[in-house]
């Protein structure tokens, strides 16, 4: 699940540099494996990729020479491909005009894509990254868009096809080489992006109100304007949220004249989001579709209290735990409705990061005991109910519950204020392979004994989903969620069947990923020896102004080579 961001400023003599990374550093919680940005400069695009946390990548040198008044940044938390960084984002094509993408989400028709571009039109596809034909698939709609029609209108056009060749989750930004930004959100708006706005200059002083609408925004040239995965990242930049981008819908900033466009640009869009969004992945202070993630959270906690008050009237609970961090809200109001006394019986270590998004398993299970450590006079003696947003294969569950009993706990409860997990992730939660999930052909009592609690109750579905839709406002056009992995039906609609899903385990089980990585860290390190024969490449430290010729397909970042899509159309 990634963390996108993108920015125009409206002075042309302000850089976007500064505010991508702590957009992006807001935006970290979705993506830990890699970093990067791009900025525009006149008619010079920089970029500057690596992986690692964003903090890491991004260091004085590179910031320097990353300048411009419009940027994309991406953080990445790998679904397809590699986590190579040649394959972290932005990614970039020089033809047409120059164009980067930075992209959250999961493409699923992706083999008849890549036939598509590479048998039919003959661009290049250099990686197994869905991200790449999301880039190559607009590239190729913009060549094709005809003459003498506006360019808004050619963007517009080509963001069409792109829907209409697109299945899965994306959300996305382009950056154009000369001509803006454009962000957009497939027609089931799976994965979220958020659009805000603040006021420069004397607009600002003079005091007008922000536009409500990307139309009126395209009056005022003395406007900022953000696009991201989370609100979250536009209040801490000092924006204003003006409103969730809609499925379908595309917003194109024209870094020329300052104005703001959008289109719904699919015939039949539907307001069908991930659930798995609320559940876990975005920050509780995010407002999302119009609904605080924070209260929709503190409606499952409540709901879950009344299933276990339902399903064990006399539970003895003596005191409610979270298994720290996204777990704290929700079991907040599941000790309130339960009347029991909530506690910190676990410590989180601030320097470890998100386990469930970690690569490997082994890592994954290390990481747990890493991060978390117990207060034992919380546990000693007590029946503790343990609460946690999710559980997935279970890593944190089984070490937790046997932590709790190391601490002394006389009887130790588990509740998951989501539904057992039962089927994959195909929209871009790394969720790809059945037989990985504590919950794939268990009940709950062979559940419970897989994780040594007592017993689990996990939330049902209809009380996730009303956790969130209780919050919209009246006439919301959401009416439904993507609860595919937990009730294996998929929005998109097109037939996921056993083949599918065949493929998508001998890709990207943890053994398979593994093979990648030693794979692709060997391909990535004889690419690094070509870099002295390369031509029409410029390199600057670390960050990188990318050539605008054709015939270029290089771009280089202290060593973290890129080959991937540079190479313009191959007819
Ligand atoms: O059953 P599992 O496979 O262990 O996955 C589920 C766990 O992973 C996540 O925590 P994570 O540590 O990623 O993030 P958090 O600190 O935000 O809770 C989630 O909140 C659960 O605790
Ligand atoms: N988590 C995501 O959104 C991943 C984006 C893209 N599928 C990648 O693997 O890079
Ligand atoms: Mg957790």
Same mark, same amino acid.
């Given at each position: 699940m990634c963390g996108i961001i993108g920015l125009l400023l409206a002075d042309e003599n302000q850089f976007v540099n500064q505010l991508l990374v702590d957009g992006l550093t807001v935006l970290q919680h979705r993506g830990q494996d890699a970093a990067g940005m791009v900025t525009a400069e006149r008619r010079r695009l920089h970029l500057r990729k690596d992986n690692g946390l964003v903090r890491d990548v991004f260091h004085t040198h590179h910031m320097m020479e990353l300048r411009g008044n419009v940027g994309i940044g991406h953080c990445r938390y790998p679904t397809a491909g590699s986590s190579s960084c040649a394959e972290a984002q932005p990614l970039y094509t020089n033809y047409p005009y120059g164009i980067c993408v930075a992209h959250n989400g999961n493409i699923t028709n992706t083999q008849e894509l890549t036939e598509y571009l590479? !048998?039919?039109?003959g661009r290049h596809v250099n990686t197994e990254s869905d991200s790449e034909l999301l880039l190559n698939l607009f590239a190729e709609a913009l060549t094709k868009q005809e003459k003498g029609i506006s360019t808004t209108d050619q963007i517009f056009k080509a963001i069409a096809e792109v829907m209409g060749k697109c299945i899965g989750g994306y959300a996305g930004l382009y950056l154009i080489n000369g001509i803006g930004l454009v962000s957009f959100r497939d027609p089931h708006g799976i994965r979220p992006l958020v659009f805000g706005c603040r006021k420069t200059g004397s607009s600002a002083k003079n005091g007008?109100?922000?536009? =409500?609408s990307p139309a009126r925004m %395209?009056?005022?040239?003395?406007v900022d304007y953000v696009v991201a995965s989370e609100s979250v990242a536009i209040d801490t930049l000092g924006f204003d949220l003006v409103r969730d981008i809609k499925p379908g819908e595309a917003i194109f900033l024209d870094m020329n004249t300052g104005q703001c466009h959008s289109r719904v640009c699919h015939p039949n869009p539907t307001y069908t989001p991930c659930i798995f969004e609320y559940v876990y992945f975005a920050r509780p202070d995010s407002i999302m579709d119009k609904v605080s993630v924070y209260e929709s959270r503190l409606k499952m906690g409540e709901k879950l209290a009344e299933k276990i008050i339902r399903l064990y009237p006399d539970h003895g609970i003596d005191v409610v735990v979270p298994? @720290? !961090?996204?777990?704290r809200t929700c079991a907040l109001q599941a000790a309130y409705r339960l009347n029991r006394p909530f506690r910190e019986g676990f410590i989180k270590n601030r320097y470890i990061a998100r386990t469930f998004i970690m690569p490997g398993q082994e890592t994954r299970k290390k990481s747990v005991r890493l991060k978390l450590n117990t207060i034992k006079s919380e546990f000693a003696g007590k029946n503790v109910l343990l609460v946690d947003d999710s559980i997935v294969r279970g890593t944190t569950g089984h070490e937790i519950v046997q932590m709790a009993r190391d601490a002394g706990a006389k009887k130790v409860f588990f509740t998951s204020a =989501?539904? @057992? &997990? $039962?089927f994959p992730n &195909?929209? %871009?939660? !790394? &969720?790809?392979? $059945? #037989? #990985?999930? &504590? =919950?794939y052909n268990r009940d709950e009592v062979e559940i419970a004994a897989k994780l040594g609690s007592d017993w689990v109750v996990y939330q049902d579905l209809a009380d996730l989903e009303d956790s969130v839709k209780c919050l919209l406002p009246p006439g919301h056009s959401l009416k439904d969620f993507d609860t595919s992995c937990f009730s294996g039906t998929y929005v998109t609609g097109q037939k996921i069947g056993d083949e599918y899903f065949e493929k998508l385990y001998n890709k990207r089980n943890d053994k398979a990923k593994q093979m990648r990585e030693s794979r692709s860290s060997s391909v990535l390190s004889s690419a690094s020896s070509l870099s002295l024969t390369r031509m029409a490449m410029q390199s600057n430290d670390g960050a990188e102004a990318i050539s605008n010729d054709k015939r270029s397909g290089y771009s280089s970042d202290d060593g973290c080579e890129s080959l991937t899509n540079k190479t313009g159309k191959a007819r």
């Open positions: 590479q !048998d039919t039109v007008n109100t922000v536009p =409500a %395209g009056s005022d040239p003395q298994i @720290p !961090d996204t777990s =989501a539904p @057992p &997990i $039962r &195909i929209y %871009g939660v !790394d &969720i790809p392979t $059945r #037989e #990985e999930l &504590i =919950a």
